[in-house]
């Protein structure tokens, strides 16, 4: 079904230590490499994270925004603690953990309590997606999909091309989402429409993934998204890679010692 991790191909420099048993010595080989971010969501239980799963089982990387936000709601950092002054400790485990899915009930049942929540967690949020970025960056990955629910919420789509979109009908999506969580459904709604309309999602992708089909197709059109997103990359893509920033700083310097030299000769 899917490909195995060990066989896909890494879009990130690897660094290979060939190893002789006779002299004992080593050497590593990179190659330069470019970078991408491909922005990637969808709404709640559309697929998106069966794709995100694709994308890492293809040697992708990618930055999950659901991730994030759990490490930054881990008891007593900065965003647990903001959160549990906000809401009251009726939202902890008896460990002291923050209950997501209670928590979630109330914010998704009351909009002035979802958007407090979004603005408490934001910055710790952003922080942390960035930091992941970085990280990846200074690897030097050709291509790294950020997996992020709220994309266009965020505002974070400017910074992603191509955009991919997992869609499914609002039908299909009610069916799926009250079948996985087990949930009634007015419940599963009320999850439903505090999220951008998977429409408006879809007008705004640049590649939409329709997964109201089978495994089968979605895999199918996986295929086709993964030869875009891993073609050559344009200039203004490549000067924010980690390769283009070198050879700007290289440009600089050669800039800024010809100057002087220029200087010293007037």
Request: one cysteine or more; a positive charge.
């Amino acid at each position: 079904m899917y490909s195995e991790i060990r066989r896909a191909p890494i879009y990130c420099t690897r660094f290979r230590h060939f190893v002789s048993h006779r002299h004992k010595d080593a050497r590593s080989i990179s190659t330069p490499v470019k970078m991408r971010m491909v922005g990637l969501t969808g709404g709640i239980a559309s697929g998106k994270s069966t794709v995100s799963n694709l994308f890492k089982s293809h040697g992708v990387p990618v930055v999950d925004a659901d991730l994030v936000s759990r490490d930054v709601l881990k008891k007593d950092t900065d965003g647990y603690n903001k959160v549990v002054a906000a809401f009251g400790e009726e939202i902890l485990e008896a460990n002291g953990d923050v209950d997501r899915p209670k928590l979630g009930q109330i914010v998704f049942s009351d909009p002035a309590k979802r958007q407090l929540l979004n603005r408490l967690l934001a910055p710790y949020i952003s922080s942390g997606i960035f930091r992941e970025i970085l990280k990846l960056w200074l690897k030097g990955c050709k291509v790294i999909v950020l997996d992020i629910p709220l994309l266009f919420e965020a505002k974070m789509d400017k910074w992603t091309k191509p955009i991919v979109v997992v869609w499914v009908d609002s039908e299909t999506q009610l069916q799926r989402l009250m079948k996985r969580d087990g949930s009634i459904e007015e419940d599963a709604r009320n999850r439903i429409n505090a999220q951008m309309s998977m429409d408006l999602k879809r007008s705004k992708a640049d590649i939409v993934i329709d997964n109201t089909g089978s495994l089968e197709d979605l895999e199918e059109q996986f295929q086709r998204v993964l030869l875009k997103v891993t073609k050559p990359l344009t200039w203004s893509e490549f000067w924010l890679s980690r390769q283009g920033a070198l050879t700007a700083l290289v440009f600089i310097g050669i800039a800024v010692v010809f100057g002087k030299n220029i200087s010293g000769i007037l």
